[in-house]
């Protein structure tokens, strides 16, 4: 009788522990979608939906996400960037999951399709991390899925001086997954960025009256 394969355990993590300095200091995450729903209020729906059970924001200053229902951690080491998130995040769950799945703050219209579509891809392929990627090669390194065992790589590139989050998932031989839907994949990075994203879900809330 064959022995039933042991199911892959997947936590999640919002990355925002940004500074928004190019949003005058608006915390990307708190900026609301609708209905009074924040980007991050958003964020963990689709993670729930994605059958993701134990989820957390990983934020330098959890002032912004006070009334948030999800737990709050803060960064390991300030000051380090997207790196420092996905630390912390891995250290938090060592011994409780076998993989994390991350997603920035800043990326509102993700939804559970395109991150089922990593969890799917990361289970087949047993790749130490998948990451998406859309249209043109353009990469999206800290929407990605990261086996735990790499918490030890992430910490000792901290320590090495290394920031860029996409050299290390060279280093790991990273599996990126690519997408045809850009738009799914947005980054607010700016406030020319929100207002025209703000624009465009007004139009579209608009076109279905």
Not at 116 to 143: M, Y
Not at 177 to 196: C, K, Q
């Amino acid at each position: 009788m064959k022995s039933k394969s042991k199911k892959c355990v997947i936590a999640g993590a919002i990355l925002a522990g940004g500074n928004a300095r190019r949003l005058d200091g608006v915390a990307k995450g708190a900026i609301e979608v609708g209905d009074g729903v924040s980007i991050i209020g958003k964020l963990v729906k689709e993670l729930i939906e994605s059958d993701i059970g134990d989820i957390v924001i990983i934020a330098n200053n959890s002032e912004p996400y006070r009334n948030c229902s999800t737990k709050i951690i803060l960064d390991i080491r300030a000051g380090i960037g997207p790196m420092g998130g996905i630390e912390a995040g891995l250290v938090h769950f060592a011994g409780k999951s076998d993989a994390v799945m991350f997603v920035p703050c800043d990326m509102p219209n993700i939804t559970a399709k395109e991150l089922l579509v990593l969890k799917e891809v990361f289970i087949e392929t047993k790749a130490p991390v998948v990451f998406a990627e859309t249209t043109g090669f353009f990469l999206h390194p800290l929407c990605a899925v990261v086996h735990n065992v790499l918490r030890e790589v992430i910490s000792s590139a901290i320590d090495n001086g290394q920031r860029k989050i996409r050299d290390v998932w060279k280093e790991v031989k990273a599996v990126s997954v690519p997408f045809g839907n850009e738009t799914a994949f947005l980054n607010i990075n700016s406030l020319e960025d929100m207002n025209r994203w703000l624009r465009s879900t007004k139009n579209k809330k608009a076109d279905m009256c």
